[in-house]
């Protein structure tokens, strides 16, 4: 018998690729599963869709009465599952197109080692799928950031390895139930980037490993719901964030690395600006002038 996998879709004004997403989810071969739908509060008629759409289905739908942040909303789901009984949680983003046998290679992969927290799958642009997305994660505490291994390689089985690493992107995420009663779901604080590269420290601190598992193959239209990192919304809220993070983890270098992460950050801030300028892009301007102010706020940092 399968070990019992609850599945996270959030949406935001994402009715099109939630669906798309459920039904790739639907032709999997993989035995026990849920997928369990939270509506992050979208202002459109994404609830009233989905539940005309779910209504003949297994499938659970669950409204946030707030939109605040991924993090939030998918502790909403954590925390409905976690009370109802699983296993595992997978967070996947609902703008993903799944393999078939992703989740049985998920599993597969998990249960293959020693004390596993987190594993994830290899992560292959939808649309272009022989390049990829994700092909393994690193932290670089020296500029203070996760980072994908492969992104925009094609694919030529270079990162076909199972291995353990540091960092597994938020996109997909199998996390064991055993995990979530020791360390809790997502960080809050971050409202949208990061909260994944944190919550992978936090896994590894409490004595978990990590493992990319690229049996698993999962396809990714890459940021939908915000408009991606190079969005105004995704610089602001990267950038917020980078400053939370930086602070939050300073103790894991010397205060002389942590000084020179620093400069390098408002270093490439101020050059990022002159090239918003020199662009015309004044709404990413302020949107990296509003992130910079919002992460001092937070961290009370100057």
Request: proline residues 2%.
């Amino acid at each position: 018998m399968d070990k019992k996998v609850t599945i996270i879709l959030l949406n935001y004004c994402g009715t099109e690729d939630t669906l798309n997403c459920i039904k790739s989810l639907e032709q999997i071969e993989y035995n026990n599963y849920e997928i369990l739908v939270v509506d992050n509060a979208s202002p459109d008629n994404s609830y009233k869709t989905l539940k005309e759409e779910l209504k003949d289905t297994p499938h659970i739908l669950l409204k946030s009465p707030c939109n605040d942040g991924f993090a939030k909303g998918n502790n909403i789901g954590i925390e409905y599952a976690m009370k109802k009984g699983t296993d595992y949680i997978l967070l996947l983003n609902n703008d993903t197109l799944v393999d078939k046998d992703f989740l049985r290679e998920l599993v597969k992969c998990y249960e293959n080692h020693t004390n596993p927290g987190i594993v994830g799958s290899k992560i292959l642009y939808e649309g272009k799928r022989d390049h990829i997305w994700y092909g393994g994660g690193d932290i670089d505490f020296k500029k203070f950031y996760g980072y994908h291994l492969g992104e925009g390689h094609k694919d030529e089985g270079q990162y076909n390895k199972e291995r353990p690493i540091n960092f597994i992107t938020g996109c997909v995420m199998l996390i064991g139930k055993e995990v979530i009663d020791k360390i809790g779901g997502l960080p809050e604080e971050y409202f949208m980037y990061f909260e994944d590269v944190d919550y992978c420290i936090k896994a590894k601190e409490a004595g978990y490993e990590l493992y990319y598992c690229p049996k698993s193959i999962v396809y990714h239209k890459v940021s939908a719901s915000s408009g991606g990192e190079e969005s105004a919304f995704g610089i602001k809220w990267g950038t917020r964030n980078r400053i939370i993070f930086m602070n939050k983890f300073k103790y894991k270098v010397s205060k002389k690395k942590y000084l020179k992460a620093k400069m390098y950050f408002y270093s490439t801030r101020i050059i990022k600006l002159l090239q918003f300028s020199i662009k015309g892009e004044f709404d990413k301007s302020k949107a990296l002038k509003e992130g910079i102010k919002m992460g001092r706020a937070v961290t009370n940092t100057k």
